[in-house]
């Protein structure tokens, strides 16, 4: 549940400003109204608007179910496919970041429940943290001894 007051406000406001921006954004990809800088700005602050919706309210679930990861989508299909905006990478980088922000997913706490119930029921230890390098990958050491260092002589620069 969303805190006190505030959850019929975020209610009826998220939709409206999703919706707003998303139609801002459809008819710029084929008119080409705004410049990206312009874009990257509005996509700044639709990814704030998300996180305050995901702090004001209790549980991911219902933050996620205010915004909709469908719509940004099919965005994202537009974008790619604009002709202004089509190499704009930076555009369908945050386009991404919108909708993967937008998904609803488990609390931690349930995924980390989850995991440990599949690994009790196949019988499987837990994996130990990946090392950057396996032992077989490193390669053996060279049979022949280092060169030792020779120490640089002084030059001494005569003065007249």
């Given at each position: 549940?969303?805190?006190d ?13 999703q ?36 702090r ?88 022949k ?16």
């Amino acid at each position: 549940m969303i805190q006190d007051g505030v959850s019929e406000d975020l209610s009826s406001f998220i939709p409206s400003l999703q919706d707003t921006v998303i139609d801002l954004f459809t008819s710029s990809a084929t008119s080409g109204a705004l410049t990206t800088a312009q874009m990257k700005d509005v996509f700044k602050l639709v990814l704030t608007a998300i996180r305050q919706t995901k702090r004001f309210s209790k549980d991911s679930m219902e933050a996620g179910s205010l915004w909709k990861s469908d719509a940004w989508d099919a965005l994202l299909e537009q974008l790619t496919t604009s002709e202004k905006y089509g190499q704009a990478t930076g555009l369908h980088a945050m386009c991404k970041q919108v909708r993967d922000a937008t998904r609803v997913s488990e609390p931690r706490e349930a995924k980390k429940a989850k995991k440990s119930e599949e690994t009790a029921t196949s019988g499987e230890k837990p994996s130990k943290s990946k090392t950057k390098r396996k032992a077989k990958e490193v390669e053996a050491p060279s049979e022949k001894p280092p060169k030792p260092k020779r120490k640089k002589a002084k030059v001494i620069a005569e003065t007249s």
